[in-house]
């Protein structure tokens, strides 16, 4: 079987390049085409050595590792060494899936054409072949980053929520909201953004269905008994959102919260209930923002 150098050079030369661009999408680098292409002949000229066993020194997994740091270096440019751990251990991740879908696809195409010499597998095989191996395997890569990353983001944004307000106890899905920084302007206390609809069995009906004529401070709807035993404990909370710059809730201390994400749970009893007489979100997903603070 005749093997041309041109041929090695070229076809690591390509997988190199598809490599490294894939590593910079996942990891949303900046990708500068000259620096990769760099990268991608240092690692060809590699393969190249190593397959006309010049130097049998670069057998060594010792230098291979110091090559790839050099690759990743030359490519990327990290500042510092967790990026340029992050970057390399994704480098290598990207390299086993791509070497697996090109050589799977290869042996199932021409699987007589393929031999090993001083670690490399080289053949006879087209350079399409290898090619359509690095497309699958970069289709997969994004693809799967692409699923995880959805759901782990999904998953970080919400958890579960306990409430006790007047002895009764509310359970909902909260989403969490980093830019939920609502404190109490005179205690500094935190404030959960709850929907009223959950808060029917824990404060009466008669304050949740006039929320904004108790904001604008009118009691008429109000009977005299429930008054006298909210009045004191209600507090207005001063907020600013998208197209409501200068907006109030009203307020009130509840006895604890209990957050539960997959990680822990947190119990506090120093937080305000902020009752919001609309819906959160369309289709229902969660029924109260929370701060990080509170997590």
């Given at each position: ?63 291979k ?14 500042q ?83 409430i ?78 998208l ?9 009130i ?19 305000i ?23």
């Amino acid at each position: 079987m005749t093997i041309y150098i041109d041929v090695v050079l070229l076809e690591n030369l390509i997988m190199n390049y598809i490599i490294l661009f894939t590593t910079g999408l996942v990891m949303k680098i900046k990708i500068k085409h000259i620096r990769l292409i760099l990268a991608s002949l240092i690692g060809a000229i590699y393969s190249v050595v190593a397959y006309a066993g010049i130097l049998k020194a670069y057998s060594s997994i010792i230098l291979k590792f110091i090559l790839s740091i050099i690759i990743v270096f030359v490519a990327y440019n990290p500042q510092n060494a967790k990026k340029l751990c992050k970057t390399l251990l994704l480098f290598y991740l990207t390299s086993f899936v791509f070497g697996g879908a090109a050589f799977a696809l290869i042996y199932i195409v021409r699987p007589q054409d393929i031999i090993m010499k001083n670690g490399l597998f080289l053949g006879t095989y087209p350079l399409k072949t290898v090619m359509l191996g690095a497309v699958i395997a970069f289709a997969v890569i994004i693809t799967a980053f692409s699923v995880v990353k959805s759901k782990i983001s999904k998953k970080a944004l919400f958890c579960e929520l306990e409430i006790k307000v007047n002895g009764k106890i509310v359970k909902t899905k909260a989403m969490i909201d980093t830019g939920n920084l609502l404190k109490d302007p005179f205690t500094n206390t935190p404030v959960v953004v709850v929907e009223s609809s959950l808060l029917y069995e824990c404060i009466p009906k008669e304050i949740l269905y006039n929320l904004e004529d108790i904001i604008g401070g009118d009691f008429e709807k109000v009977p005299n008994n429930i008054k006298e035993k909210y009045m004191s404990r209600l507090k207005l909370i001063p907020f600013s959102s998208l197209g409501k710059q200068n907006g109030m809730l009203l307020g009130i201390k509840a006895e604890y919260i209990n957050v539960k994400t997959d990680e822990q749970e947190n119990k506090n009893t120093n937080v305000i209930i902020g009752i919001y007489d609309k819906s959160l979100t369309k289709r229902g997903e969660y029924g109260a923002l929370i701060g990080v603070d509170l997590i």
